[in-house]
């Protein structure tokens, strides 16, 4: 018996689950690996766009908004707890730097940010409250892989995809990259995901150490620029904010 041709609801799938396998893929990627024309991709990567099944970021696409809100990254009282505990310091950030800021934390390879507040010109991004964004090409998510080995071990060793000009893509620029985070206890995001996006960020620990003993970040600080002339403003008021906020979360209590 012949199966019946496939809709195009079938083909929307077909596509949203290639670009879920994908790590950031191309239309070509996609229409290869799908095995459908480039127009016929193309369009249907633009209706799965309107309903935020897929975000496209430059010339790549990976799994939306609305993946996240179907399949939410789970709670958990350590996350409750880092937002508790550090919004207030982000509310500081904002009212230092007037941008737009984010805290953000770990979950695997990818950065989930846990809160985040709008400066009074937004700069168009791709991160969202809950949602997830690769590690290795953010500024909060640099920050962390610097002071997790483990993380950063597993990151190098999986497909670092360009997702700008700019971005880390072999494991030796990015182990660079983390000692010299490391060394400055701050990074940089050279608009490394989003073409005209730039930010500075830096680590976040729970103790009184301050990551000088191969203490692991718990979470992130960063405050974003449209034009790369503006980090060295905000450098020195987002390090000073996580260095209060880490000596508020080695005190803090558990609720």
């Known amino acids: 018996m012949n199966e019946p041709p496939a809709s195009p609801v079938d083909r929307a799938f077909d596509v949203l689950r290639v ?84 805290l953000a934390t770990l979950h695997g390879d990818e950065v989930v940010y846990l809160n985040k507040l709008h400066g009074p010109r937004p700069i168009p991004s791709p991160s969202r409250i809950g949602g997830g964004l690769p590690a290795y090409c953010t500024g909060v998510g640099k920050a962390m892989l610097a002071f997790d080995d483990a993380a950063a071990e597993r990151v190098s060793q999986g497909p670092l995809v360009a997702w700008t000009d700019t971005t880390l893509t072999s494991p030796d620029s990015l182990a660079m990259e983390l000692a010299e985070i490391r060394r400055r206890r701050r990074a940089v995001d050279r608009a490394e995901l989003t073409p005209g996006l730039y930010c500075v960020a830096a680590p976040v620990f729970d103790d009184d150490e301050g990551g000088t003993s191969g203490t692991r970040a718990i979470a992130a600080l960063s405050a974003s620029a449209a034009d790369r002339s503006s980090l060295a403003r905000l450098e020195p008021l987002v390090t000073r904010v996580a260095a209060a906020a880490s000596r508020a979360m080695a005190t803090a209590e558990d609720e």
């Open 19 to 102: 670009t879920a396998a994908g790590t950031g893929l191309t239309l070509s990627e996609i229409s290869r690996e799908a095995g459908l024309a480039k127009s016929t991709t193309l369009r249907l990567l633009g209706a799965l766009e309107r309903n935020d099944a897929v975000t496209r970021i430059g010339q790549r696409y990976r799994l939306g908004p609305l993946v996240h809100e179907l399949d939410p990254i789970p709670a958990s009282p350590a996350y409750e707890r880092t937002r508790r505990v550090l919004t207030p310091f982000l509310a500081h950030l904002f009212e230092a730097t007037r941008a737009t800021v984010h």
